[in-house]
C-alpha cells in the first residue's frame, strides 16, 4: 500500500511563493506518474501538474510559466514549486500517483491520493 504525504502549504500574499512536498511511503514510485491537483471550496478537483515516470510534465493553463513539478527518485517525493501566486490559486492540494506512469487529468486513474495541504493566498 502506497502512503501520500504533503506538507508545505500555508498562508501567503498575492505575488509569493509556496514550495509543496510530497513524500512516499511503501513503495518505490520512480515507474509512477506523479500529480498535485488542486480542490477551491465549491468547485470540482482539477489537474494542476502532472509529471510521467518518463519526465513529460503537463500544466492546467493558469498556472503555466508560474508553477514547476518536480520529483526526486531517490527521495520517494515530487515537489511543487510555486510563485506569483493570487488568490484563484487558494485550494486544497493534492498529491496523486497513478501506478500506469502516464499523465492525465482524469481524477480516477489515481491509484493513490494525500491527504491534502491548504494553500491561502491573500489579496
Known amino acids: 500500500q502506497v502512503q501520500l504525504v504533503e506538507s508545505g502549504g500555508g498562508l501567503v500574499q498575492a505575488g509569493g511563493s509556496l514550495r509543496l512536498s510530497c513524500a512516499a511511503s511503501?513503495?518505490?514510485?520512480?515507474?509512477?506518474?506523479m500529480a498535485w491537483f488542486r480542490q477551491a471550496p465549491g468547485k470540482e478537483r482539477e489537474l494542476v501538474a502532472a509529471?510521467?515516470?518518463?519526465?513529460?510534465?503537463r500544466y492546467t493553463d493558469s498556472v503555466k510559466g508560474r508553477f514547476t513539478i518536480s520529483r526526486d527518485n531517490a527521495k520517494n517525493t515530487v515537489q511543487l514549486e510555486m510563485s506569483s501566486l493570487n488568490p484563484e490559486d487558494t485550494a486544497v492540494y493534492y498529491c496523486?500517483?497513478?501506478?500506469?506512469?502516464?499523465?492525465?487529468?482524469?481524477?480516477?486513474?489515481?491509484?493513490?491520493w494525500g491527504q491534502g495541504t491548504q494553500v491561502t493566498v491573500s489579496s
Open positions: 509529471l510521467s515516470s518518463g519526465g513529460y510534465t
Open positions: 496523486a500517483a497513478n501506478s500506469r506512469g502516464y499523465t492525465t487529468n482524469s481524477l480516477s486513474a489515481y491509484n493513490y
Open positions: 511503501g513503495r518505490t514510485l520512480s515507474n509512477y506518474a
